[in-house]
């Protein structure tokens, strides 16, 4: 561990605790603060850091707790279960970061990880543009090589924690390869390198309390160290299986969430002399939502584990290149996104009326895991990949 680091939570299960008490103490009760559309509520996670726990991922080589993604399963869904903005703020370093972890030279790893650890810093990852997000093979932005630099040029239209990042590691296509393949590059920019410029802020309808950006690039220089190892859209591929499975981890909480009020509401609400808690149809409603919870809890968890399985092998960074999307991460977050919607679809039916007003937080609920199924590749995109990569025969395969 980094000497000036703060000392981190050692045990998982002690980590999960600090979390949990940390979501329902810090977190919990603030929907309608957290729904303003107010800047992201950085001071509010300082604590994390200073229990070691902010980016709770990063190698303890650098600094870091070091824990796994089947760890951070839990952790997530206890963060959602409280705020899902501010479980997506939280975790969505982790795309950015494991790339930097698992492609970046030595040089880059020490100077930003070990710093992300001891200041407790934030990252992001740049790839969508306007016509490029669920497909990054359509990217534009440009990379120009100029002596022992690259320079970038290009927008980018959606990028999470881009606005308060320390650095930022940006997509972006160069002419003149052999291979269409290599022209893709995951290149890592310092977020004060001049002509980086965030363009706005995005009003979005969920996840209201996490900041979404445009940010474009105009002849942004930096050494060409930092970019990183691996053709580009693998890189990505790799970057990505951890936080699909963690913002199936987001679904998870928010429907944990809408369960247990679900729970609150039909003790106290009247039904023909009786309560709606005594009713059988809203028995066989809660039953179906438990079952669908625990499937989206196993799946994230079966997900996390391959993952780690793979972070294991001494060889893991060719090894993911090597395979790219993890079936497993695909699936989690498809099936956590599209169950979570239904458990907040009857979940919102379920209390009458004030379910389709603002007065419940039903409606920040459903907006909020509405976001699982578009965010980091819509699930049409995704249904075409599970198919072209798993369920045609293998010498079909793309
Ligand atoms: C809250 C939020 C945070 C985000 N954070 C980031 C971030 O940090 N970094 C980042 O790079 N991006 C980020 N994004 C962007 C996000 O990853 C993309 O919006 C997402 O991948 C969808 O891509 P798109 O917007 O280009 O839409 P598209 O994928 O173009 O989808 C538009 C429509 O076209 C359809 N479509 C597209 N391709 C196909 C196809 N092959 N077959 C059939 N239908 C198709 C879709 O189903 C959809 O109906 C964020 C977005 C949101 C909403």
Not at 137 to 143: A, D, K, P, Q
Not at 266 to 273: C, M, N, S, T, V
Request: glycine share 10%; hydrophobic share 40%.
């Amino acid at each position: 561990m980094h000497p000036e680091n703060p000392s981190p939570t050692s045990s998982p299960q002690e980590a999960l605790r600090a979390f949990r008490e940390f979501a329902r103490t810090t977190l919990l009760g603030h929907d309608a603060e957290f729904d303003s559309g107010a800047e992201p509520p950085l001071e509010l996670y300082r604590p994390l850091h200073e229990m070691g726990l902010l980016n709770w991922w990063l190698p303890k080589e650098y600094g870091g707790a070091g824990f796994g993604l089947a760890d951070s399963v839990d952790i997530v869904s206890e963060l959602a279960y409280a705020d899902a903005g501010s479980a997506f703020t939280l975790l969505i370093s982790i795309l950015s970061s494991s790339m930097v972890s698992l492609y970046g030279s030595p040089e880059l790893k020490k100077e930003f990880l070990t710093a992300m650890a001891r200041d407790g810093g934030y990252s992001a990852a740049l790839g969508s543009e306007r016509e490029a997000g669920s497909e990054l093979i359509n990217l534009t932005t440009t990379l120009t090589k100029r002596g022992d630099q690259v320079v970038l040029n290009g927008e980018k239209m959606f990028s999470t924690n881009s606005g308060f990042a320390d650095y930022l590691i940006v997509f972006a296509r160069s002419t003149g390869e052999r291979e269409k393949a290599a022209s893709y590059h995951a290149v890592l920019v310092p977020r004060d390198t001049p002509g980086t410029r965030v363009v706005k802020r995005w009003d979005m309808i969920g996840l209201r309390s996490a900041g979404t950006y445009q940010v474009s690039f105009t002849d942004c220089a930096v050494h060409s160290g930092n970019v990183l190892d691996g053709p580009g859209l693998k890189v990505i591929e790799v970057g990505l299986n951890s936080s699909r499975i963690l913002i199936g981890a987001i679904a998870l909480g928010v429907a944990r969430r809408i369960r247990d009020m679900c729970l609150d509401y039909a003790i106290r609400k009247p039904l023909g002399g009786h309560t709606l808690i005594e009713n059988a149809v809203f028995a066989g409603k809660l039953g179906q939502m438990e079952m669908q919870i625990d499937v989206m809890r196993n799946q994230c968890l079966a997900a996390a584990r391959e993952y780690d399985g793979i972070m294991a092998l001494d060889d893991a960074p060719a090894v993911l290149l090597q395979r790219g999307a993890l079936r497993s991460a695909l699936t989690a977050k498809m099936f956590c996104g599209q169950t979570g919607f239904q458990i907040a679809t009857v979940g919102s039916e379920m209390f009458g009326g004030l379910g389709y007003t603002t007065d419940m937080p039903i409606s920040k609920y459903l907006r909020d895991i509405r976001a699982v199924t578009i965010v980091e590749a819509g699930d049409d995109v995704l249904r075409e990949l599970v198919f072209r990569r798993f369920v045609l025969p293998p010498d079909r395969r793309i």
